[in-house]
């Protein structure tokens, strides 16, 4: 039995330019971090007393005799890629639901791997974690998904990523003073909308907008690398990046016009009437996790505006996809 652990992570900067379609002939940079809540999948090869060779649980559970009937499109083209054969018991469990903008879909696809090659008796890098998880997601599922939650899965930590030409991904931790990255810890506030979004379906706009969005594109971009100006230089303050978290929401909401809603705009302007700095929605938009800046003094007045939304606490995450049970051996 395996099971690993992989963290969802909070995009900050950047979002939108980690798709293909842009970063094969443009930069793409995003700047992001993981946080402590986590997807959990449990793997192990099945013994022979169920009826099934796949026996599959998470929203669904499924229990099949052939790889072409499981309906999972991810857990199909994962066992698939890695030519596995056995039959196989998974179990997914999560702290966060799905669709909820939080990148859980890429760290079940990074888990789901990293538990399959281990399976298997093999131990890969981040990198080729990362990159054959986009391969899964983008190639053999056929989603609009980006590329940058599978990297930050698979790596872990406060990074800045950057994204050119045929899938050369660079990941670039960012170096601050503890204290200034305990200050933005402090200063975020996580809210659950409680709307519910298919990604694919709304970055599905967004990515045919691609060839009229080059300058709001670029400007993304140079937000990002604006924002780990403000972490690494001792005399911007982290105020500052709060307030960039507004001007990069300002440009993201515009990209296509399933981003955000009516609701979504309010719950928004509520939050900034009740002394945010700044904010997002998180993903690709649509519903699921909104991200607030705003100093501890102004946090009671908005948690107060937002008791009918559920407030989750939450910390950086350093470690990446990992391993916490290694029990592979079952004789039969």
């Known amino acids: 039995m395996i099971i690993t652990k992989t963290p969802f992570r909070i995009s900050f900067f950047g979002g939108g330019t980690d798709y293909p379609p842009w970063y094969r002939g443009n930069r793409g940079v995003v700047v992001n971090t993981t946080i402590n809540k986590y997807c959990y999948i449990l793997t192990r090869y099945i013994p022979p007393f169920f009826g099934c060779k796949?026996?599959?649980?998470?929203?669904?559970?499924?229990?099949?005799k052939s790889l072409e009937e499981i309906e999972h499109p991810k857990v199909r083209e994962c066992l698939k890629f890695l030519g596995e054969d056995k039959g196989i018991e998974l179990v997914h469990t999560a702290d966060i639901p799905a669709r909820s903008g939080i990148g859980s879909s890429s760290s079940f696809t990074v888990g789901l791997l990293h538990s399959?090659?281990?399976?298997?008796?093999?131990?890969?890098?981040?990198?080729?974690?990362?990159?054959?998880?986009?391969?899964?997601?983008?190639?053999?599922?056929?989603?609009?998904?980006?590329s940058q939650d599978q990297t930050a899965a698979a790596f872990g930590g406060f990074n800045r990523i950057e994204f050119k030409g045929d899938h050369i991904i660079s990941v670039h931790p960012i170096i601050t003073k503890a204290k200034k990255l305990e200050k933005l810890e402090r200063n975020l506030m996580l809210?659950?909308?409680?709307?519910?979004?298919?990604?694919?379906?709304?970055?599905?706009?967004?990515?045919?907008?691609?060839?009229?969005?080059?300058?709001?594109?670029?400007?993304?971009?140079?937000?990002?690398?604006?924002?780990?100006?403000?972490?690494n230089n001792e005399n911007r303050s982290v105020d500052d990046f709060g307030k960039l978290l507004h001007e990069t929401w300002l440009i993201k909401r515009s990209l296509s016009s399933k981003i955000t809603n009516p609701a979504l705009d309010e719950i928004y302007n509520t939050g900034m009437s009740a002394g945010a700095?700044?904010?997002?929605?998180?993903?690709?938009?649509?519903?699921?996790?909104?991200?607030?800046?705003?100093?501890?003094?102004?946090?009671?007045?908005?948690?107060?505006?937002?008791?009918?939304?559920?407030?989750?606490?939450?910390?950086?995450?350093?470690?990446?996809?990992?391993?916490?049970?290694?029990?592979?051996?079952?004789?039969?």
């Open 54 to 64: 796949y026996r599959i649980r998470y929203t669904k559970r499924e229990e099949v």
């Open 191 to 231: 809210f659950f909308t409680g709307f519910h979004r298919t990604a694919s379906e709304i970055v599905g706009e967004q990515i045919k907008n691609i060839p009229k969005q080059d300058k709001k594109l670029s400007k993304m971009c140079d937000l990002a690398d604006e924002s780990v100006l403000i972490l």
């Open 116 to 146: 399959l090659y281990a399976l298997q008796g093999r131990m890969v890098s981040k990198h080729k974690l990362a990159m054959d998880a986009i391969h899964i997601e983008q190639d053999k599922a056929k989603e609009n998904v980006g």
């Open 277 to 332: 700095l700044g904010g997002k929605i998180l993903g690709a938009g649509g519903g699921g996790f909104i991200l607030f800046y705003a100093k501890p003094g102004q946090q009671p007045k908005i948690k107060e505006a937002f008791k009918h939304l559920l407030h989750v606490p939450f910390k950086f995450d350093n470690l990446g996809s990992h391993v916490i049970h290694h029990n592979p051996n079952l004789n039969f």
